[in-house]
Structure formats: structure tokens, C-alpha cells
């Protein structure tokens, strides 16, 4: 699973934090690591400390808050994905179609107004 940064990618000043080249086995790990370390125990998960994720250009930080805020970051290297449990939860059913059979579909992961989405695609396109 790769980790990258991709600003302005439609020309309307909109970016994408994509997780994306990888297969069931590592959704089904990363789907793992959300729900324990983020839901469960309530902690932050810092992808560069993840031995399967290789970050390309950036790093991404999920943490717990108390409203939405979706990706944010003061320097476009350092990404920080606050949102509920709620949202996490919602985000851990979106995962689990990628778990259970390998596809070239994507899908993003959250349904806040900020210029940066955080998608979720196998594929590297």
C-alpha cells in the first residue's frame, strides 16, 4: 500500500491524500489497524509507523475529534485526518468492500467540505 499527495489535481484547486496499489490483504490490515488503534483504543495511527504503507510523499495522522474536519495540514507533508467516531465507523464500512475480494474500484473516504479528499483506490490510477 503507497501513501501520496496530489494537489490541484482537477485544476479547481483540489487535492487528493491517496492510499492506493494494494490488495485485499492490506485492506483488510489497514481496515484492522483503524478499528483498533483509532476506534477501539482511541488513538492516533501515524501511517509512516505502518511497516506495510510506504509514504511516497506525504505522511497521514488519523486521529478523534469532537466535529468533522476532514484532512488538514499547515505544510502539505504532514496531513492530519480529524473526524468523529462516528465518521470513523462509516469509514471502516466503505473499507470492507476492498477486504473481501480484490477490485480496481475506489472510493473516498469521508463526505467533508475541505479542498483535500482522502481516496482509497487499489489501482494506481
Do not use: W
Not at 469532537?66 to 470513523?88: A, H, Q, V, Y
Request: charge should be negative.
Amino acid at each position: 500500500m503507497k501513501l501520496d499527495y496530489i494537489e490541484n489535481y482537477n485544476g479547481l484547486d483540489e487535492n487528493l491524500v491517496r492510499l492506493y496499489n494494494f490488495d485485499k490483504t492490506e485492506a483488510l490490515k489497514f481496515k484492522n489497524l483503524l478499528e483498533e488503534i483509532v476506534i477501539n483504543k482511541k488513538q492516533k495511527l501515524n501511517l509512516a509507523e505502518i511497516d506495510f504503507i510506504e509514504p511516497r510523499n506525504c505522511n497521514l495522522i488519523f486521529g478523534l475529534f469532537k466535529s468533522d474536519e476532514g484532512i488538514l495540514t499547515k505544510d502539505n507533508e504532514t496531513f492530519f485526518c480529524i473526524l468523529t467516531l462516528e465518521s470513523f465507523i462509516k469509514m471502516i464500512s466503505l473499507i470492507e468492500p476492498f477486504c473481501k475480494k480484490d477490485t480496481r474500484a475506489h472510493q473516498y473516504l469521508y463526505d467533508v467540505d475541505t479542498p483535500t479528499d482522502l481516496l482509497f483506490c487499489p489501482s494506481a490510477t
